[in-house]
C-alpha cells in the first residue's frame, strides 16, 4: 500500500485520502475519516509526492482530488462540479476541465469498476 509522508514521522494511506486542498503554503489533507491534517507543504510539492496521475487528478489550482472517491460530476451553470462520496462538491476550474476529462479517460478501468462496486 502506498503511502504519503506528510512529515518525517508521520504518513498516510493514498487510498485514505479524498482530497487535498491547498491553503497558501500549507496544504490540507481531507480523510475519508473526515479527518483534516494540515502539512506545510504547498500543493505542488504535495501532488509531485504522490506521483500518481491515474488515481489523483488536479481540477483547479487550489484541489487535488483522489478521483476514487468521486461518485460523479455534474455540469451547472458553465461549470463542472465534482461530487465526492461524502457529499462534498468541487468545482473544476475552467483550465483544467479538459485535463479532467482526458484523466478520465485514462484512468485504469480497475479503478473505476472499483467505485461503482462500493
Known sequence: MKKL???????????????LKSDENYTTVHTTNQERLLVARTLRVMQERINDEFTFIRISNNH?????????????????????????????SRRRISEFREAIRKTPKAILLKKKSR
Not at 509522508?5 to 482530497?19: D, F, G, H, P, R
Not at 461518485?71 to 457529499?87: A, P, S
Open 5 to 19: 509522508y506528510l512529515t518525517k514521522s508521520s504518513q498516510i494511506a493514498l487510498n485514505e485520502i479524498l482530497y
Open 64 to 92: 487535488v482530488v483522489n478521483i476514487a472517491f468521486m461518485n460523479g460530476w455534474r455540469k451547472e451553470d458553465k461549470k463542472l462540479v465534482i461530487i465526492l462520496e461524502d457529499g462534498q462538491e468541487l468545482i473544476v
